[in-house]
Structures are given as structure tokens and as C-alpha cells.
């Protein structure tokens, strides 16, 4: 086992953030040898993830997911607009990221930019990949009108791993949109849209292959997923990955100061493929009970 | 590996466990339009009522009313055992955050040196100080005195405090920690538990004998084993179940609910239903025990 100490000697205490990670470098409990972690999981294990759709009623679709203490809610607002010019057949996804700055100080001001931005360019990376939603079907007439999904997530509480929360809130979020019927009526030339304002004719997306993002942090010499806060703390290189139903990777990046190996970043890969599909497959059947309790479920939303 | 569940689909009711508090009182709440009592913490005067200005408990001395926050950051007194994290080597000084409102000091004077020596400070020990403690480092340490801005004074004179090794922390509410006459705590199940009066419970596998001796200066560097990894991780989730359902934690709390959290894995434990389960098996054993 390595010494988590010694990493923290040689590294200089450069600002808060460095030195509070130095610090939780201290607990070694928090390395991850024996497939037994901190809090007892093995280092494949998630911890427990609740669910609920349809918590914004102004939105076209909307979820709240809470992972342990990581809160995230996902608003979905459907716009008509103007295909992009590279892909005038298609409609668009538009990701905002907002960091509330209730889940930590740091947040306050700007101070939670450089995050949002990060966790919104990994979820358009890993959209864009054709299959994972089918953006034709959101498109009205080409080269004129599509349908734009601003896509707009809200971090409430950080409590680690937030980009498979957030990526896990987002899918449950399109499998909760609705967006209006359109019918398109061609009047000598002059085309005119109608849009449907019965709340039941409308369509939905198909989300079973829209990827989740697996984030795999190396620990010691192990690799964990879902990474608590002081985990995070205590990982030098972390590996997303996009994983969509079947397995495939949608997208990937490395994050962290630290380097990889070849070798592990291939047994990653395989981890993350095998957690990936798991998750997807635990987050489709939760989604679809839900759909069968309908409505007489009853709200929870933020009453506990 | 994975659980995600839909939100109230298997939580069963919550059963009302605490009892009715009598004087409970939110921000703003009139306590009394009696103009005969003193205005303590916690309280304002206006239209010559006195309010509430936090949400807690009404306490009465006499002729000066208080009101005792439910919430709130820790605020030390002498005697109490705390953990705290060194974030400063200063002049014959460390600072120390102990989730206390104001940052603590502990002098270098009121600090054991390694080998247990008692002696003077000579200027030597001043220069050697980040080598006994340095930033980052957890340390255990008694109040020694308390300043009038509520600053603490801490002192490390017994061999039972000083730095700590190889454990896990956890951060629960200061006002869960019941007052006892010890709060260091070898369980039978093999871990030691330092509940500190500030919130801060420190868990750690025991040690034999003769390292407990030396202040901690001696650090045991070895990996733990995976049978203590797991007694420790457990005994985490325990307490952490304790404190999100309220309840007081102290020896026999932490040792009932480890006993009943035993017929689950221990990463199961903080399963919302299981966490529920295993608080209502330790209750009614609490409860009999108090009776």
C-alpha cells in the first residue's frame, strides 16, 4: 500500500483546496485496499441513489436525484428555434450548469464557473454521439425549426461523484420530457406550425441509449467508483467515461494531476464498462417503475 | 452494485420517535411579555417582549432566560475532550480547527513532548515543533481554558491525547455527543472511539499497549488489516445511522448498534431502511437499560 503521507510531503501546500486535500490525505482509511472501503463498499459499489421525476411542474421535463448527499435537480424546457447550420436536419441539446453556492461557500459568486463548465463540456462530449438521443426526431422542418432542449441543472448539495449524478438526474430528466405535438400545415408556400395544447398529445425522447457518465478515481493502486468527498480528495487522476446501455464509451476524459498507466487505464475501462452497463440498467428499471405508479404516487419533492 | 430507487416508493412511515419538547421555541417567538426577566443568549427585546432569536430550547436561571440552540457550531467548555486538525505552526503556538466558532490554540507549553519528558521549552523544542505536530495533522486534546471571546486554550498534558494515526473521521452535530465522564472508548469489538465533545468522532483500530503510551508520536505506519478496516467502517455507519435519527451518542449507543447492524453487510447499513431498522432494534434496548 502506498503511503498516502508521503504523496502529501512531496506535493507543496499551494492554496486552500490543495492544503484541505493534503489534509484528508491523512486518513489513510480512505484508500481503498482489500476491496473495502471507507465506509465499507467494495470499489465497485455506488451508494444508494433516490429518485424522482417530474418535480418542476413548469418544465417540459424535470428529475431530482440525490446520490448519498450530492443533490442535483435537472429542469428540461423545450424551445422551438433554428437548427444548427452543420446539422440543419437535427434538433439541438443545450446544457447549463448552475452551481448553488447552498452547497458550498465556494460556490458563492463565480467561484463555481470553472465546475459548472467542466461537468456541462462532459455531458455535451458525451451527447454527442449519434444514437444517444435521437435528435431527428426533434426536428420540425429542416433548416428552419427544431425543437432545443435547454437542459438546466441545478447542484444543490456537493457530497462527491458529481458528474454521475448529474448525468444519472439529466437522463431521468429526458425520460420524464414531454414535448407538445406539432403539426406542420403547408399553406401555398407559407408554412404555419400548430402546436398541441393538450398535456397528452405529446411525444417523448427515447432515453435507453443515452449514455450515463462512470467516473473511476484512482486510489492507491485501486481504481473506485463513485468516489465519496474525501476520496476525491484523496485521488490524483480520475477517468470519466460516457457508458450507454450496452456498454459502449460515448465519450472520455482524464482529470487530475496525477499520470496513468496504459494497463490501468485498460482494466478502467473495463470496470467502467461493466458499472456502466449496471447503472444504466438499475436507472431504466427505476425510471419505468415509476412510470407505472403514475400519478397516484403522489409528489415528494422537497418534503422529507 | 447499484441501487437507485424512486423516491417514497419503499420508505415505510416514520414512526414518531421523540417525544414532545415543552419549551421549544422558532426565531421570532414571543417567550414572555414579562419585563421582570434578563435577556440571556439566544434572545431579543422588542415592544418590551423577549423573542427568540434561534430556534432551540428555553432555559431558565433564575431571572435570565436563554435559549439553547438545537443547531449550532460547537462551543467549547474546560474539561471537554475534542478532535481537532492543526492548521498553523505559529510562535510556540499551533492553531487548531476544532469547528469551533474562532480557531483554538494549543501552546507549545501545555503540550507533552515526545518521550513524555516534563521539562522547560527550550528554544530548540520551538524550532523542532512542526516535527511533533505539523498542518494536517489530527490531534486529541482536552479544553484547558477558554478566552472571553470564546476562543479555547487546549492542552495535550496526559498521554491519553496527543496525535492521532491511522483511523477514520466523522463530523456529526457537537449538541448528539452525550457528556460522560470518559469519552475514549475501547469497544470489545476491537476499535477504539474518541467521541469529542465538538462533533468530531475519531475511530481507529486499537493499539496494543505501549504505543498508546507515547502520545502518539510514534505513528504506526502499517496497513491495517481488512478484519479491523471492516469493524472500523462499520462502526462508522453506525454512528453516522445515530446521528442522522437524533440520537445521543455514547458508548453503549455506538456498541447496541453495532451489535444489531451485525446481521448486515456493512456497506447496507446506510440504506435508508436498514439505517431505520437497525435505530429501532437499538432503541427499545437503550431504553430498557435507562429504566
Given amino acids: ?304 | 452494485m447499484v441501487d437507485i430507487r424512486v423516491v417514497g416508493a419503499r420508505d415505510r412511515q416514520k414512526q414518531e420517535l421523540t417525544e414532545e419538547i415543552s419549551n421549544l421555541v422558532c426565531p421570532g417567538d414571543v417567550i414572555t411579555t414579562d419585563t421582570g426577566f434578563m435577556r440571556g443568549h439566544g434572545t431579543y427585546m422588542e415592544d418590551e417582549k423577549l423573542h427568540a432569536s434561534v430556534a432551540g430550547v428555553v432555559e431558565r436561571v433564575n431571572k435570565l432566560i436563554c435559549v439553547k440552540p438545537l443547531k449550532t457550531r460547537y462551543n467549547g467548555e474546560v474539561g471537554d475532550v475534542v478532535i481537532g486538525r492543526i492548521i498553523e505552526v505559529g510562535q510556540k503556538r499551533w492553531k487548531v480547527d476544532t469547528r469551533s466558532k474562532l480557531d483554538s490554540i494549543l501552546m507549545l507549553s501545555s503540550v507533552n513532548l515526545p518521550g513524555g519528558e516534563l521539562r522547560r521549552r527550550s528554544e530548540e523544542d520551538e524550532k523542532m515543533m512542526r516535527n511533533y505536530l505539523k498542518e494536517g495533522d489530527l490531534i486529541s486534546a482536552e479544553v484547558q481554558s477558554v478566552f472571553s471571546d470564546g476562543a479555547l486554550s487546549l492542552h495535550t498534558r496526559s498521554l491519553k491525547y496527543g496525535k492521532l494515526a491511522q483511523g477514520t473521521i466523522i463530523q456529526v452535530s457537537p449538541s448528539l455527543i452525550k457528556r460522560r465522564k470518559t469519552h475514549f472508548h475501547t469497544l470489545p469489538c476491537g476499535a477504539t472511539i474518541i467521541l469529542g465533545n465538538n462533533g468530531s468522532v475519531w475511530i481507529s483500530a486499537t493499539m496494543n499497549e505501549e504505543t498508546e503510551q507515547t502520545g502518539g508520536y510514534e505513528q504506526d505506519l502499517e496497513p491495517v488489516s481488512k478484519g479491523d478496516r471492516e469493524v472500523i467502517a462499520r462502526l462508522r455507519n453506525c454512528v453516522i445511522a445515530l446521528s442522522e435519527h437524533q440520537m445521543m451518542l455514547y458508548d453503549t449507543s455506538v456498541l447496541y448498534s453495532y451489535e444489531e447492524s451485525l446481521r448486515f453487510n456493512v456497506k447496507d447499513i446506510l440504506k435508508p431502511e436498514i439505517m431505520t431498522e437497525i435505530i429501532e432494534n437499538t432503541q427499545p434496548r437503550l431504553e430498557s437499560l435507562g429504566t
Avoid at chain 1, 127 to 143: A, E, R, S, T, W
Fill in chain 1, 1 to 304: 500500500m502506498v503511503s498516502m503521507e508521503h504523496i502529501a510531503s512531496v506535493k507543496p501546500v499551494a492554496d486552500n483546496k490543495e492544503q484541505q486535500r493534503v489534509h484528508w490525505k491523512g486518513e489513510r482509511h480512505s484508500t481503498a485496499q482489500d476491496n473495502c472501503r471507507e465506509d465499507g463498499r467494495g470499489c465497485e459499489d455506488y451508494r444508494h441513489m433516490t429518485l424522482e421525476t417530474g418535480v418542476v411542474s413548469n418544465t417540459s421535463g424535470s428529475s431530482r436525484v440525490r446520490l448519498a448527499n450530492t443533490d442535483i435537480l435537472v429542469g428540461i424546457k423545450a424551445e422551438l428555434g433554428t437548427p444548427a447550420p452543420d446539422k440543419d436536419d437535427k434538433g439541438r441539446l443545450e446544457f447549463f450548469v448552475d452551481c448553488s453556492a447552498n452547497a458550498t461557500p465556494e460556490f458563492e459568486g463565480r467561484g463555481g464557473e470553472e465546475l459548472a463548465s467542466e461537468i456541462s463540456n462532459m455531458l455535451i462530449r458525451v451527447y454527442d454521439c449519434p444514437g444517444c438521443v435521437d435528435l431527428q426526431k426533434l426536428c420540425i422542418i429542416p433548416k428552419q425549426q427544431c425543437w432545443i432542449l435547454y437542459i438546466d441543472i441545478l447542484l444543490l448539495e456537493c457530497g462527491g461523484n458529481l458528474f454521475d449524478a448529474a448525468s444519472v438526474a439529466v437522463k431521468a430528466a429526458l425520460f420524464d420530457l414531454k414535448i407538445p405535438r406539432v403539426t406542420v400545415t403547408q399553406d401555398e408556400g407559407h408554412v404555419e406550425l400548430e402546436i398541441s395544447d393538450d398535456p397528452y398529445d405529446v411525444q417523448t425522447v427515447d432515453v435507453k441509449s443515452s449514455p450515463c457518465i462512470v467516473t473511476l478515481s484512482k486510489i492507491g493502486h485501486c481504481h473506485v467508483v463513485d468516489a465519496s468527498q474525501k476520496e476525491e480528495a484523496c485521488c490524483l487522476a480520475r477517468l470519466m467515461l460516457g457508458v450507454a446501455e450496452h456498454g459502449t464509451i460515448t465519450g472520455m476524459k482524464k482529470e487530475g494531476s496525477g499520470s496513468l498507466d496504459p494497463s490501468s487505464i485498460d482494466d478502467m475501462l473495463d470496470t467502467g464498462k461493466r458499472v456502466g452497463i449496471a447503472l444504466n440498467k438499475s436507472l431504466l428499471e427505476s425510471l419505468e417503475e415509476e412510470q407505472r405508479q403514475g400519478k397516484k404516487k403522489g409528489r415528494t419533492g422537497f418534503l422529507r
